[in-house]
């Protein structure tokens, strides 16, 4: 039987190098992609250390040719695909009023064009196959916005239409395509709540944080068993149906936690 192969986006860091060590240990095929191929090398290493296959291809995914170079070199190697890990992402977490017009757009590029784009350049391999699967990491934050990073809560809302939108339109292609939405998780992105994690790591849990190994064990298990959505920590399914039937009660709820967060 082929090996599964899987690309996976921002993997030099966080939950994106955490999925691809576990992964590793299933015998898969690894695509890692991101702009720091020195990170990337050390991903990598741990994957062949595991028993599984990696190829490095530096990408920045703002840019086409690279998604395109990504994508051929995987074809390249192995022929096919049969996941993509949409995981790259950045946050800026400044309120709208300090933030810069080029960041905006760079968030915007990254959390959503960018990942519409590396979906559309597997797409075709994908619906030729009649098989794949289409992993879109956006957030909890793209399900119940929350103040104070409103544009990286527009990308991961538009992460979420485009997922959702894209999975109907392929009913019985043959093609899965999930939404991922993770509560909080220690990692560069949220660097306040990484270093506090470190520093104090026997004090209280957070709401919803989550070690980055655990949300990968989810993706891996996400992967065996498609589904359209996933919400964690899954108790947060609540919070998404009060924010949409409630709203006033999740404005008094989400300040809270952000504030914690933060
Ligand atoms: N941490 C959380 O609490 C949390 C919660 C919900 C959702 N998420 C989402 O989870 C995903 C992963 O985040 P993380 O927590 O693992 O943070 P992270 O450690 O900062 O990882 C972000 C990854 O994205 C890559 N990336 C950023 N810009 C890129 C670009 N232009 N081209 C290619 N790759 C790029 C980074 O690699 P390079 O810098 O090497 O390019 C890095 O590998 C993001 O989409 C984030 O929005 C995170």
Known sequence: MNKPVIIITGASSGIGAA?????ARENVCLTLAARRADRLQGVASDVEKLGSEALIVPTDVTNRADIHHMVQATLDRWGRIDVLLNDAGISYDEPLVDLEPDKIRNEVQVNLIALIECTQAVLPVMLGQKSGH???????EGLVATPGSSVYCATKFGVFGFSDSLRRQLRDSGIHVSAFCPGYTPSEITPRLKAHVEVRPDAPHHPGLMPTNYV??????????PR????????????VLVAFLFPGIADALVSKFKAKRT
């Open 228 to 239: 359209r959505m996933v919400i964690l920590p899954r108790s947060w399914s609540v919070l």
């Open 216 to 225: 990968a064990d989810q993706i891996a298990r996400l992967i065996r068993h």
């Open 19 to 23: 999925t691809a060590r576990r992964l």
């Open 134 to 140: 289409i992993i879109n990491v956006a957030s909890i």
